[in-house]
Nanobody, 126 residues
Framework: EVRVVESGGALVQAGGSLRLSCAASGFTLDAYAIGWFRQAPGKEREAVLCFSSYDGITFFDDSVKGRFTISSDKDKNTVYLQMNSLKSEDTAVYYC???????????????????WGQGTQVTVSS
């Protein structure tokens, strides 16, 4: 069974850092793509960034450039979203998503992703 599970959300002060995890099962991090999305209260879900094993990071939200980055641990089959210099406007539920197994494309269109985690809450206090 293919699954992605997020964790690591927390309450953090503005200017702080947080690392979210997206643990994958049912596929390996050899040929993959993982998209990160977020949904703030009262707003629609938006694409933040995506990592493809084929062509690296694609940023969909310019506000996170220079602050957010992605890394991975193949042994743990986990992708990490490192968030630095957090702002109150980063407050949201964060989701990781994967397309079909073996796919390495990135898209800002959430409906194109097949597998979604349950989300993890990030709250940035100002």
């Amino acid at each position: 069974e293919v699954r992605v599970v997020e964790s690591g959300g927390a309450l953090v002060q503005a200017g702080g850092s947080l690392r979210l995890s997206c643990a994958a099962s049912g596929f390996t991090l050899d040929a993959y793509a993982i998209g990160w999305f977020r949904q703030a209260p009262g707003k629609e879900r938006e694409a933040v960034l995506c990592f493809s094993s084929y062509d690296g990071i694609t940023f969909f939200d310019d506000s996170v450039k220079g602050r957010f980055t992605i890394s991975s641990d193949k042994d743990k089959n986990t992708v990490y979203l490192q968030m630095n210099s957090l702002k109150s406007e980063d407050t949201a539920v964060y989701y990781c998503a994967a397309p079909s197994v073996g796919s390495t494309w990135c898209s800002q269109d959430g409906y194109k992703y097949t597998y979604w985690g349950q989300g993890t809450q990030v709250t940035v206090s100002s």
